[in-house]
């Protein structure tokens, strides 16, 4: 079993199986897409749908064993495989909607749309029994048009810094900032999720002192922000270096635990100086 503060480094499909059943709150997912990719240690390639759905139930099935009775998961993926991982997912959990969300930067296509969303599949153990914190997750969002009612706001307040609206979250995010390289949080790890994402996730589906688990930990966001927001972590990856950077952002965190974009208890919109 792992403590609260557990960084393992190895192969997913030889660690799950040491691991105790149900003993994570919350899994968050961001396996390798089907694409090519190189991760140092271990290269992908692009494959069939039907080869990629294998690739997923080879450790999906078995992931699904460590989430508790009431526990979430988040999985994310692209255009190119978000089909694939709804079927998959489906197989073995709820489904309870799927997050896109808007990657700032991106490259350009000459024959084709500019790929610039990406995808969160959130699904659950038992749909009558999940925890959802609605509250921890509210977006503080500047009002262009403020309507009043008999000479005072309705629904929103003035400051200093000007006119805003706190509201309720939708399943699509325009206000993340993908980890660029004057940002603390930014790393050489490929494919890095902002910890900004992964907050939002952490505070709406678990709770001070819960297990967060991520099977594929990369750079370690997923832990640091686990250990920024007062949860417990484990995190598994294979490749030495990233867990060495994983290690280095924890130690940072104990300095720094601000998140980008969060502050005051809600989430600020993308260049909002937050």
Not at 10 to 26: E, H, R, Y
Not at 38 to 46: N, T
Not at 226 to 232: D, E, S, T
Request: hydrophobic share 35%; aromatic share 12%; glycine share 6%.
């Amino acid at each position: 079993m792992v403590d609260g503060k557990s960084l393992i480094q190895g192969d997913t499909f030889v660690v799950l199986p040491t691991l105790s059943d149900g003993f994570a709150n919350l899994i968050i997912v961001d396996p390798p897409y089907n694409l090519a990719r190189d991760f140092g240690s271990k290269k992908f390639k692009s494959v069939s749908s039907e080869e990629y759905e294998n690739y997923l139930r080879s450790w999906f099935y078995p992931l699904c064993d460590k989430l508790a009775p009431n526990g979430s998961l988040y999985m994310c993926g692209d255009w190119r495989c978000s089909s694939s991982m709804q079927r998959v997912i489906e197989e073995r959990l709820t489904i309870l909607n799927r997050i896109t969300w808007q990657r700032e930067k991106g490259r350009g296509a000459a024959r084709n749309w500019k790929n610039s969303m990406e995808d969160i599949w959130f699904a659950v153990k038992n749909p009558k029994d999940y925890h959802f914190d609605l509250e921890a997750v509210k977006q503080r969002r500047r009002v262009l048009a403020p309507y009043r009612q008999e000479g005072q706001p309705k629904d929103w307040e003035e400051t200093e810094e000007g006119k805003f609206r706190t509201t309720c979250p939708s399943n699509f995010w325009d206000d993340i900032t993908v980890p660029f390289w004057s940002m603390p949080e930014n790393t050489e790890h490929p494919t890095q999720k902002p910890e900004k994402l992964i907050a939002k996730l952490i505070l709406a589906s678990s709770r001070p002192g819960d297990m967060v688990f991520d099977p594929f930990l990369g750079s370690g966001t997923t832990a640091v922000v686990a250990k920024k927001l007062h949860r417990r972590y484990c995190g598994i990856e294979l490749h030495p270096d990233y867990l060495l950077l994983a290690a280095k952002r924890l130690l940072i965190a104990d300095q720094d635990p601000t998140i980008q974009g969060y502050a005051d208890g809600v989430f600020w919109e993308r260049h909002s100086g937050k």
